[in-house]
């Protein structure tokens, strides 16, 4: 009998054992799973970049560039130092207060800290992409460190901390449509307002003048970047893959992120082929405006991608075209420049979205109309709202400041000669000298302030000299 | 005895939770590898924009990367609506008949409907990337939902679902060389056939005159993405990561994709250098064709790569590239005009791949000579052949109504404007009017039947106007 | 009771078999690591292709993008033929025995070779950086050989295989700042020392002249792609990720990666802007520098990112700069020619860090101060030195050999033609000669012997005809 109830003691404490290494392994698992996630969505960095890069003109190009790296230095140290504490740690229902430069971090809330810093860096990688062109570096700093530290966070705290009071009030949004997407485009915009157009843009009469991308091969991979990294976003928002429901969740936002993508991607192609008169006239098919249909499809799918059956995904893909536009025409009658159309997408779109997934969603008003789901409509409607003010009016201070101290955008001469050679000293593409002697006669000189009055730009075309007034 | 026999049932139930939990914790792993895998492999989409936008002419950059964008829109939608049910629903052995619209679709396949159609998609691009510089809209948008909601999926079903005629006949195709590249192979040959060759493409002598890339970077990055992309493909095919064997498979099919891509790589280097009149004469080393025996690589050892030894990866990449040269040779002497080489590598390397799988693998006729190898090899050669002819019929069919129509390509005039004005209004290349006044006098017409007359072309040289015939 | 003890036997062997299914799902759980990690890894041959085309002008592209592909191929059929065997084989302190050509390599390994072999190609991609726009093809492909085949696997078998003599002596180098970087770095010093300058990199008077990169996009997509990279190449050093440990090991170097590279970067920001002359007089901020100054924050971080707590990879990242800055200065003085700033970045920051490691690392001499954390200091201190001198000797013995035979760069008249027409026949950027009738009026000849006289160069700028002296 003795061996018996041995054996039977060393068979319990092998069960102990599988299942704390079970545990273990499903820690690990979830690791894993965050840092490859993670990784791609850092990845969206890339898009950013070049979308933007692209959509300038080729005399800003390498400003672009160094503002979208500068964001992933500056930005992830202060969200470490800062931003994941008032996101993340325990607190009150306003904001964390714990983890503030990583102090007393549990080492299993680190991969997390790591993921939810990739999102932050979308946040603020949206807000910038509106002030190219004009942008002053004191601005742009003063502002990704704002958005990063306080801003994101905060409404992160809210929405995803279980201490948050919108998370208790029961405002539901997945992967951010309101609480990154809404927020940058909200941020954008009041930043926009407060710098103002680009020389050019808007003609008195109220004319709105197109400035055209400099290189479409560059915007486009961007955007394709964008496609590889929102399934990883809205996959990756699941935090988890141990648990038995993951597979299924991340299974289902994968499938319905392609779905609302493709479908506002389509809805744009036919808008504006068939029912605008441009397309019909010239008979074209606008590819700067598919890409903004596609964006916003990736924008209203994070709110309700856990949620939404897939037919409904590409009910809100169609619709999510249709804020997209709304809010672009609102851009333009009230003459509010945005140098990539990030404002009509992310705020319009993110705001939609958060609205739709209420509505859409599983526990929506329409799949499962109840009390309880219209109380989550009216939840979200509200915490959408709130989150966009909260976010308008932080940036808004900023920009009142830097007005004040006439720090928010460059001279007129220097948007005039571009923030390539004003800012950097230098050209994004670059001919050399050597190579061209006799077409160019000297060598830029090498003092800026002579530059700014007799000035080579090397672009595409052509080398030339221009006289600045 | 009681306490000993309750203990005893507790562990017995313990054992249970462990067992439960192990088998959901597998599942969730093999979702995650189908979600890793499958974002990679959508991400080769960003590799076909890229090859092929540099491959063109500046002319038509914007087309190429607007039609490759569209795909992933397109593309999913149908596969998603008809495609997956076609290829992986239970039916006959002809087709699948289940989860059309994913009506039904349980939630734990949602992951490999995900992954299968990243793999569509990778089918569809191929055979548009025969068409550039002078498809038409309609025709590509017909080609696009013919190949992704019919002809792929059924040769699919055909050799993958546990159904499929050719999957019970023994045929074997891993990674999909012949059920992926040489179906879109085939397809584009019917295509490139149907839709004839760009002007000038072949004097009436029969001289080839080659099209250079305008983008040599361009196109190289879509060569990187590809052998970042082929890795994740192969392995991919496995389907599953939790099983006994599968680690081992997939270890092995990263070796040999390596292998194979390399041997290809290298046979096409020596062979252009040494053994061809020009690569002697010049004594240079040619980029696009080294690019070749990579992708070739690429496809040839698809079928097989759970297979083979690695010896047989770097015979079999060194054999692929002649099956390139071959197809290649080919379409010059009957004038094929095939914008990106894709027939000779996909068709070409894509039935080779699938014939040398039944040849070099472990259970080949080399390395187990039997009546059942012999048999397999057989059934593989019928099998390519079948799906080739399937394939290449199914658009011939298509393009016939096309053709009927006059609907499968562009005019001449918009060819040689280039499709980038024709088609989209939009330069892939633009300076920006306001920065070049004095250069060009007048701005550009907006309407296109004036600016079909009296054009500017924005490309790298300059800025100038043509006057077409 | 036989009942109960049969049932009792069955849970037993219920729990031996849930510990072999776990065993297999930890097994597997780790290829599926080391497949992904490892392909992101390779991925960031992408990004060298890229940055260093894009800083090269723009006559030499590519001739650059030909050669980073080209390493792919040569570089893994060289490592898994020889490299994997001398790095990871049974055998002596100085290098393994086993494996050549793959032989008998166990299955269970071949993840582990695989991601191995991408990290070869990243020390492969770090030599030849230095080396772009004069070296020959013979002096490159031999070059790689010798890297991939012989140097970097015998420093890789030194200090990561358990037989390893630095290894057993107690050098610490968790993801390669040795290993790799200062291993590249050093042998990449040989090679720009034997090569020599570009002619006009440096003025008799001995000052520099910057050559400046023809594309800034380009080089910035491959820092981008870097940046992707950094933390996948720290992370998957961890080789495994079902140990207890594991995860939160790799979510430290997670962390300490993100933190490094900002702080790395913001010092360079800071140090350029307000600390150098050309700085402050022209008010700019220099992109290249910034870049520079990233990359040497992947670099220092990787020897001790598993051991710095987070504040200490902030300092090693601050100081990191300088170890760049000195090298740097060392090379202008030396008037060495480096294409790309890889020998300060890699070799500076790569030593630096295998010390810092010592220094800041939690049993490092400050965190843990002892005799045994002062011997580990000089362990790789001395390590260190010792891998960096066998990797320029092994090389400069190469280039003694090629420099004999006058092999180790390109004529002048070729220099100046630029690689990609002398060598390769096709310039990178190309617009069609049909297109611009009336501007060229002839055909461009096919012979390179009539081109190396009266040749026509394709850049941005415009089409010309240059005369050869």
Redesign the interface.
Known sequence: MTT??S??N???L??????E??E??????????L??M???V??L??GF??YE??SV???N??NV??L???D???G??VY?LCGYALAFGEGNGFCGTQYF??VDLP??K??H??FQ?TFSATAVAVVKSALHERCS?TAYITCIITISGVTYPIVSHWAWSPFGWLCNMGYRDFAGSGVVHATGGSAALAAALMTGPRT?RFDTKGDVNH????????A??G???F??GA??FN?GSNLT????K???V???V??NT??C???A??TS?IYQRYCTA?GR????????N??NG?FTGMVVICAGCDQYP??AA?VVGCLGYFAFLIVLKAMHRFQIDDATNCVPVQLGGGYFGVIAAAIFGKNGIILSPSKSSAYGLLVNIFGGLVIIIFSFISILLLYGVLRYFNLHRVSAQEEKLGLDLA??????????E???KG?VPVEPT???DSQLKNIYIY?????RTIAME
Chains 1, 2, 3 share one sequence.
Request: a positive charge; proline letters at 2%.
């Open positions: 018996s109830v054996s039977q060393d068979s319990a092998s069960v102990h054992v599988a299942h290494e079970l273990n392994l499903k820690k690990n698992m979830d690791i894993f799973f840092i490859v993670g990784s791609i850092f990845f960095q890339t970049a070049f890069s692209g003109r080729s005399k190009v390498t560039l160094f979208n790296y500068l992933t230095s500056i992830s140290l470490l430069a990583l080492n299993g680190m991969a800290c790591f810093y570096m050019g400035i055209q991308p400099h290189s479409i091969p560059q486009a991979l955007a394709f970047i496609l590889f399934i990883a996959a893959i141990s648990n038995v993951d597979g299924q991340i299974s289902l994968c499938l392609l779905i993508v493709a479908a991607t389509a192609l441009s006239a010239l008979n074209n098919w606008n590819f700067i598919m890409l596609s897939p037919w590409f800012i950097h000293n230098q050209a994004a593409y670059h001919v050399d050597k190579e061209i077409i090498r003092n800026r672009n595409y075309s052509k080398i």
